[in-house]
C-alpha cells in the first residue's frame, strides 16, 4: 500500500520567516496530494490541495509543490504569524473505482515565535 | 461547524468492555472513514464505507467493527480484542462530487481505557 513520510516533525520559526514541510510517497498512482491543519484538540482542516496534473498551487500565503517524478510535495507558508502554529498533517489520495482513500503522513508541529 | 458530528467527547472504559464511538453527518455524503490517531503517527484508516450496507477494513482493522445501517450513520465499536484502545478517533466523509478527494472531519472523540 501507500507510505507517505513526512518531514520534520517538529518545526520552529520566527514570526514573518516561512515555514517549509516535506512529504513523499511511494505508488505512483496517488494523485492527489491534501494538507490538513489541526490545532490543539480540534479537527483537521484541508487548506489547501494539488493534483497530479498540477506542479503548484497558491492560496495567499500558503503554496504547495509537486514533483511527481521524484514523488515529493511540499507545503510552503510565508510570513508566519502566531495563528499558524498547529500540526500539518500532508496526505497522498488513491482511488479504486469510485473508492478513494487517503494516506497520511506523520505530522509536523509547528511553532511560530512571536 | 460542518455537519458531522461525534459523541461523546470523551470516553472512558475499563479494560474489557467494549465501547461504541457515534459518527453521524448531514452532508449527504455517501463515503465515510474512521480514522485513529496516536502522537506522532498521523492517522491511520480503520474502516470506511463507500454506500450504506457496505464497508471495507483499513489499515489497522483489528480489534475494530463497525456497521452501515443509514447513510447519515457510521458507528464504530472498540472491542476487548483491540490491544491498546486509547487513542484519539476522528471519523470523516467524503463528497460525492464526481472526483471529489476531499474529506470533511467530525471533532473527534477521545477514548480513555483503563
Known amino acids: 500500500g501507500e507510505n507517505v513520510e513526512q518531514h520534520p516533525s517538529t518545526l520552529s520559526v520566527q514570526e514573518g520567516d516561512s515555514a517549509v514541510i516535506k512529504c513523499t510517497y511511494s505508488d505512483s498512482a496517488s494523485n492527489y496530494f491534501p494538507w490538513y491543519k489541526q490545532e490543539l484538540g480540534k479537527r483537521p482542516q484541508l487548506i489547501i490541495d494539488?493534483?497530479?496534473?498540477?506542479g503548484e498551487k497558491k492560496d495567499q500565503r500558503i503554496a504547495v509543490t509537486l514533483n511527481k517524478t521524484a514523488k515529493h510535495f511540499s507545503l510552503h507558508i510565508t510570513e508566519t504569524q502566531p495563528e499558524d502554529s498547529a500540526v500539518y498533517f500532508c496526505a497522498a489520495g488513491i482511488s479504486s473505482g469510485s473508492a478513494r482513500q487517503l494516506t497520511f503522513g506523520s505530522g509536523t508541529q509547528l511553532t511560530v515565535l512571536p | 461547524d460542518g455537519g458531522i458530528t461525534q459523541s461523546p467527547k470523551y470516553l472512558f472504559r475499563k479494560e474489557g468492555q467494549n465501547v461504541t464511538l457515534s459518527c453521524e453527518q448531514n452532508?449527504?455524503?455517501?463515503?465515510m472513514y474512521w480514522y485513529r490517531q496516536d502522537p506522532g503517527q498521523g492517522l491511520r484508516l480503520i474502516y470506511y464505507?463507500?454506500?450504506?450496507?457496505?464497508?471495507q477494513k483499513g489499515d489497522i482493522a483489528e480489534g475494530y467493527s463497525v456497521s452501515r445501517e443509514k447513510k447519515e450513520s457510521f458507528p464504530l465499536t472498540v472491542t476487548s480484542a483491540q490491544k491498546n484502545p486509547t487513542a484519539f478517533y476522528l471519523c470523516?466523509?467524503?463528497?460525492?462530487?464526481?472526483?471529489?478527494?476531499?474529506?470533511?472531519f467530525g471533532p473527534g472523540t477521545r477514548l480513555t481505557v483503563t
Open positions: 452532508l449527504n455524503h455517501d463515503a
Open positions: 494539488i493534483r497530479s496534473n498540477v
Open positions: 464505507s463507500q454506500i450504506v450496507n457496505d464497508f
Open positions: 470523516a466523509s467524503r463528497d460525492p462530487g464526481q472526483g471529489s478527494y476531499e474529506q470533511y
